[in-house]
């Protein structure tokens, strides 16, 4: 047999293994030189005249090695995230704007942000299952191509409950995009310690949008429409497309799994998100005298827990039970939840306390809360070194640890001056950033390969829902102790000691709330570490 015909019938073989690896093998074998998957891989071939299939389909289908070799998809992957920051809290700055515009009540200009937020939340875990079933990256783009349309919808909007809409078609397509970016980013490196530097990256490009969102948003207002803040989202949602279709392969079929969706589930679940999203706004706003939170709340957990049923007697459950009880699971969600607690509630008490009791104007309550925002941007900095020193699982106790003491500071100290709440918001933000990225790195850690997007989801909706029960919390506490009106600084001095009162107690509250979260994930989280010490060859995840 010539050497030609050797090659020739190899090269024939090499394709179809190649092209059972997926569309980055096909890439790689078609555009090599010598037809075959690497030069090693050619130079066996004209040596021997055979080619080993595992050569073939590991170094075809090999991942960046790097941030630098994944920058398209990691472009488009950070634009995802910036659009969910940036979108809330810029738009918040033109509320009143759009309030006279369009002539929109109190009541419909918070669900114009809140819409946003419950359609959000509520569709996740739904479609989180549908991507690890059709394809992430499809969903993702499918996603990208609503968020554009729904964006340029809003230039021809002319009342406030079109807008509304165009907000609820804004949070689907949050939805089908933001579980996505990091089940792609975990499924696009196969080293843990390359996820957790590009989970950073992604994480930071988002949290700069969030913090110069309000300033960017203010100056835009200055010069230009209030419709040009949400047409923002049609170039971002262009160069996340792009960088996604470009630098991410498709999922292939083993990523993947066929299981048919439960449609029950689904219901429950998203009815249980939406009704426990909404809740939080109605304790605040009706307050807790008020029957309607409370019904509310009842039935966000009757659903819960008729979701639970389903999961368990279902032949083929939208949400297997069994693998959030893993370890790593459930030890991230719970870290995950003590964060999301901490940010919110946190910073809703101290921005009412610098204003209305201190008397700092909006400008200088703005700054009081700058080491908080610069903690949380620069302190991606911190979590490389962090995991590389102590491991992963470490990483997340402490940083969750770190939360829980912020927490505390405020709580008992935050009363006495302002060095006291600079140091708790610096004490959160840093353990916020650490466990945002590690606490979902373990979530992803912890689960099959074809179920990530769903796992993401639980990472986000863990975050939402811990964030609406902060503010409730804070704001539920304020409401039974303070007997003052909160729209006006004219207090006596028994309703101002009442206030100080009311927020001691909340920040207390919170405390324990966030030290029962991380306290129950650490014991979780030990389940790993011990199984791993007893046996090396053990599961990750405990089990």
Same mark, same amino acid.
């Given at each position: 047999?010539?050497?030609?015909?050797?090659?020739?019938?190899?090269?024939?073989?090499?394709?179809?293994?190649?092209?059972?690896?997926?569309?980055?093998?096909?890439?790689?074998?078609?555009?090599?030189?010598?037809?075959?998957?690497?030069?090693?891989?050619?130079?066996?071939?004209?040596?021997?005249?055979?080619?080993?299939?595992?050569?073939?389909?590991?170094?075809?289908?090999?991942?960046?090695?790097?941030?630098?070799?994944?920058?398209?998809?990691?472009?488009?992957?950070?634009?995802?995230f910036?659009?969910?920051?940036?979108?809330?809290?810029?738009l918040?700055?033109?509320?009143?704007?759009?309030?006279?515009?369009?002539?929109?009540?109190?009541?419909?200009? /918070?669900?114009?942000?809140?819409?946003?937020?419950?359609?959000?939340?509520?569709?996740?875990?739904?479609?989180?299952?549908?991507?690890?079933?059709?394809?992430?990256?499809?969903?993702?783009?499918?996603?990208?191509?609503?968020?554009?349309?729904?964006?340029?919808a809003?230039?021809?909007?002319?009342?406030?409950?079109?807008l509304?809409?165009?907000?609820?078609?804004?949070?689907?397509?949050?939805?089908?995009?933001?579980?996505?970016?990091?089940?792609?980013?975990?499924?696009?490196?196969?080293?843990?310690?390359?996820?957790?530097?590009?989970?950073?990256?992604?994480?930071?490009?988002?949290?700069?949008?969030?913090?110069?969102?309000?300033?960017?948003?203010?100056?835009?207002?200055?010069?230009?429409?209030?419709?040009?803040?949400?047409l923002?989202?049609?170039?971002?949602?262009?160069?996340?497309?792009?960088?996604?279709?470009?630098?991410?392969?498709?999922?292939?079929?083993?990523?993947?799994?066929?299981?048919?969706?439960?449609?029950?589930?689904?219901?429950?679940?998203?009815?249980?998100?939406?009704?426990?999203?909404?809740?939080?706004?109605?304790?605040?706003?009706?307050?807790?005298?008020?029957?309607?939170?409370?019904?509310?709340?009842?039935?966000?957990?009757?659903?819960?827990?008729?979701?639970?049923?389903?999961?368990?007697?279902?032949?083929?459950?939208?949400?297997?039970?069994?693998?959030?009880?893993?370890?790593?699971?459930?030890?991230?969600?719970?870290?995950?939840?003590?964060?999301?607690?901490?940010?919110?509630?946190?910073?809703?008490?101290?921005?009412?306390q610098?204003?209305?009791?201190?008397?700092?104007?909006?400008?200088?309550?703005?700054?009081?809360?700058?080491?908080?925002?610069?903690?949380?941007?620069?302190?991606?900095?911190?979590?490389?070194?962090l995991?590389?020193?102590?491991?992963?699982?470490?990483?997340?106790?402490?940083?969750?640890?770190?939360?829980?003491?912020?927490l505390?500071?405020?709580?008992?100290?935050?009363?006495?001056?302002?060095?006291?709440?600079?140091?708790?918001?610096?004490?959160?933000?840093?353990?916020m950033?650490?466990?945002?990225?590690?606490?979902?790195?373990?979530?992803?850690?912890?689960?099959?390969?074809?179920?990530?997007?769903?796992?993401?989801?639980?990472?986000?909706?863990?975050?939402?829902?811990?964030?609406?029960?902060?503010?409730?919390?804070?704001?539920?506490i304020?409401?039974?102790?303070?007997?003052?009106?909160?729209?006006?600084?004219?207090?006596?001095?028994? /309703?101002?000691?009442?206030?100080?009162?009311?927020?001691?107690?909340?920040?207390?509250?919170l405390?324990?709330?966030?030290?029962?979260?991380?306290?129950?994930?650490?014991?979780?989280?030990?389940?790993?570490?011990?199984?791993?010490? /007893?046996?090396?060859a053990?599961?990750?995840?405990?089990?």
């Amino acid at each position: 047999m010539g050497a030609l015909e050797v090659k020739t019938r190899v090269h024939c073989w090499a394709s179809t293994l190649v092209d059972e690896a997926g569309p980055r093998a096909r890439t790689r074998y078609r555009t090599d030189r010598h037809f075959f998957p690497s030069k090693e891989c050619a130079v066996n071939v004209r040596r021997t005249g055979t080619v080993d299939k595992a050569d073939a389909l590991t170094e075809a289908s090999r991942s960046p090695r790097s941030l630098r070799e994944a920058g398209i998809a990691l472009a488009g992957l950070s634009a995802v995230f910036l659009f969910e920051m940036l979108d809330n809290s810029i738009l918040n700055v033109a509320l009143p704007t759009i309030g006279r515009q369009l002539s929109a009540s109190t009541t419909v200009l /918070q669900w114009v942000t809140g819409v946003y937020a419950v359609v959000f939340g509520g569709l996740m875990l739904a479609l989180g299952a549908l991507a690890d079933r059709v394809g992430r990256r499809k969903i993702m783009l499918v996603g990208l191509v609503l968020l554009g349309a729904a964006s340029l919808a809003t230039a021809f909007v002319t009342t406030a409950e079109q807008l509304i809409a165009v907000r609820a078609a804004m949070g689907v397509a949050a939805a089908m995009t933001t579980p996505g970016s990091l089940a792609l980013a975990f499924r696009l490196f196969d080293e843990d310690e390359l996820r957790v530097r590009a989970t950073t990256l992604i994480s930071t490009v988002g949290l700069v949008g969030l913090a110069i969102g309000p300033t960017v948003g203010g100056f835009v207002l200055a010069f230009a429409p209030w419709q040009v803040l949400v047409l923002v989202n049609v170039p971002t949602a262009a160069l996340a497309f792009i960088g996604i279709r470009r630098g991410i392969p498709a999922d292939r079929e083993d990523e993947l799994h066929r299981d048919p969706i439960d449609g029950a589930g689904a219901l429950f679940g998203t009815a249980a998100i939406v009704l426990a999203l909404v809740a939080p706004t109605l304790f605040v706003d009706a307050g807790a005298a008020s029957p309607l939170p409370w019904l509310t709340t009842a039935a966000a957990i009757v659903m819960a827990a008729m979701f639970v049923v389903r999961g368990r007697s279902a032949r083929y459950p939208l949400l297997d039970l069994e693998l959030v009880a893993r370890p790593l699971v459930s030890s991230g969600l719970a870290f995950k939840g003590a964060s999301g607690l901490a940010v919110a509630g946190l910073g809703y008490l101290v921005t009412l306390q610098l204003q209305l009791d201190w008397g700092w104007t909006p400008a200088q309550a703005a700054l009081g809360m700058l080491p908080q925002v610069v903690v949380l941007i620069a302190g991606g900095a911190l979590i490389g070194p962090l995991v590389t020193r102590v491991g992963l699982d470490k990483a997340a106790w402490l940083s969750a640890g770190a939360v829980v003491c912020g927490l505390a500071v405020y709580g008992l100290l935050g009363r006495f001056g302002y060095v006291w709440v600079a140091f708790a918001l610096v004490l959160v933000a840093a353990g916020m950033r650490v466990v945002g990225v590690v606490a979902g790195t373990n979530v992803m850690r912890g689960l099959p390969t074809n179920r990530t997007t769903i796992g993401a989801a639980l990472v986000d909706t863990a975050s939402e829902v811990a964030t609406g029960i902060g503010v409730a919390v804070s704001g539920t506490i304020l409401a039974a102790l303070f007997t003052g009106d909160i729209a006006t600084s004219s207090w006596s001095t028994d /309703q101002t000691t009442e206030f100080r009162e009311a927020v001691t107690l909340a920040g207390i509250v919170l405390t324990v709330l966030a030290a029962a979260l991380v306290g129950w994930g650490i014991v979780r989280a030990r389940r790993v570490a011990d199984s791993t010490t /007893q046996s090396p060859a053990a599961d990750p995840d405990g089990e």
